[in-house]
């Protein structure tokens, strides 16, 4: 019987695969790596940058670029421009009521003595942060959020009661004529916020002869004081 030549099928063997390559794990959703840094940085860097700009131009960006981190971190603390925006309203309000009690402390402790020290304290707060008041006016009036608008009472309603207090104390001593705490307040902030729109102003006062700055926005605020006191002055 012939034999049969015919091969036998190659028999497979297991082929050997390569490990496969370890998946990268998802990345969190935690605050990004780099740079350390807290909220309450992002929040104090915001109000230097407002020091110096209007708040329309103090984006995201502009905020990482002064810290010298990455956009995300600033957007890991706040979602947007506006809730920055609403951070820096919050922390500045609290650093006038700071400084004004500061101020009140200091003053002779007179009706008009303290009445002096809040319009100098909130001068002072305009003078330093130019664009301050329109950001805290502005943000605050146009959010509806719950936190925004105890911001707007803190900035309204108890600035009008402490007037109120304070005009009802200087009538009682004959320092003060009976007058609208609401009006005062109001008229209080817009001359404090002129700060951010004087600087025309202040370069046709060096043409007439006052070349410093510093000089010009001090007699200004002294001269809002005394018109604004003498204002209220019994009579």
């Known amino acids: 019987m012939p034999r049969d030549t015919a091969k036998s099928p190659a028999r497979r063997l297991p082929r050997r695969h390569a490990p496969k390559a370890a998946r990268a794990a998802p990345r969190g959703k935690g605050r990004p790596a780099g740079r350390a840094l807290g909220r309450e940085a992002v929040v104090h860097a915001v109000c230097r940058l407002l020091r110096r700009s209007a708040y329309t131009r103090v984006t995201v960006s502009v905020v990482a670029r002064e810290l010298e981190v990455d956009p995300a971190l600033i957007r890991y603390y706040f979602r947007d421009h506006a809730s920055l925006m609403e951070a820096a309203t919050v922390a500045l309000t609290e650093e006038f009521r700071v400084r004004a009690l500061a ?14 020290a809040r319009i100098a304290a909130l001068l002072e707060t305009g003078r330093q942060n130019r664009f301050v008041l329109r950001l805290l006016l502005d943000v605050a009036t146009e959010n509806p959020r719950p936190e ?15 007037y109120d207090r304070l005009l009802a ?7 003060m004529r009976r007058l609208e705490p609401v009006f005062l307040a109001i008229a209080v902030l817009s001359i404090a916020d002129a700060f951010s729109i004087q600087e025309p102003i202040f370069a046709a006062g060096r043409r007439l002869g006052i070349r410093s700055t510093t000089v010009l926005r001090a007699r200004y605020q002294q001269f809002m004081i005394e018109l604004l006191v003498n204002g209220v002055k019994a009579r």
């Open 148 to 162: 925004m608008q105890r911001t707007l009472r803190a900035l309204t309603g108890e600035g009008v009661q402490y």
């Open 169 to 175: 104390a200087g009538v009682a001593a004959g320092q």
């Open 103 to 116: 101020a009140a402390a200091r003053s002779d402790g007179t009706p008009l003595g303290m009445l002096r």
